[in-house]
C-alpha cells in the first residue's frame, strides 16, 4: 500500500525543537521530490522545505531557513524536517507530499492545486505557544 505517515508533531514553547518524520510505504524517495507542506486554518497549504531523494538537493523558505533543516534517510524510506528556533508562527498542520519531479524549488512554490493529483500524509499538529 503506497502511503505516507508523519509524526512528530507536538505543543512546544517559543524557541523550542521538533522533529518530524514522514515515513513512506510502498515506494522508495529516490525518483521522487518530497515536500513539507504547513497549513493554517484559513489559508491554503504553503511550502516550508523540499527535497530531491535522489541527491538530497534541498529548498527552504525564507522564513524559515537558519533554523529548519530537511534530511532523509533513503534505506529507511523517511525524511524528516528537523525545526529549531520554533516561533509561533511556525504553528500549523504539517503535511508531507510526494511528487514525481525533479525540480525542489518549484515543488515547494506549487499550488495546492498543482498538488491535487500528489500523495500526501494526513499531517501532524505543531503548536507553538508559551
Known amino acids: 500500500q503506497l502511503q505516507l505517515v508523519e509524526s512528530g508533531g507536538g505543543v512546544v514553547q517559543p524557541g523550542g525543537s521538533l522533529r518530524l518524520s514522514c515515513a513512506a510505504s510502498?515506494?522508495?524517495?529516490?525518483?521522487?521530490?518530497i515536500g513539507w507542506f504547513r497549513q493554517v486554518p484559513g489559508k491554503e497549504r504553503a511550502g516550508v522545505s523540499c527535497?530531491?531523494?535522489?541527491?538530497?538537493?534541498?529548498y527552504y523558505a525564507d522564513s524559515v531557513k537558519g533554523r529548519f533543516t530537511i534530511s532523509r534517510d533513503n534505506a529507511k524510506s523517511t525524511v524528516y524536517l528537523e525545526m529549531n528556533n520554533l516561533k509561533p508562527e511556525d504553528t500549523g498542520v504539517y503535511y508531507c507530499?510526494?511528487?514525481?519531479?525533479?525540480?525542489?524549488?518549484?515543488?515547494?512554490?506549487?499550488?495546492?492545486?498543482?498538488?491535487?493529483?500528489?500523495?500526501w500524509g494526513k499531517g501532524t499538529q505543531v503548536t507553538v505557544s508559551s
Open positions: 507530499v510526494v511528487r514525481v519531479t525533479q525540480n525542489v524549488e518549484a515543488m515547494c512554490l506549487s499550488s495546492n492545486e498543482d498538488l491535487a493529483m500528489s500523495m
Open positions: 510502498g515506494f522508495t524517495l529516490d525518483y521522487y521530490v
Open positions: 527535497l530531491r531523494g535522489l541527491d538530497g538537493l534541498t
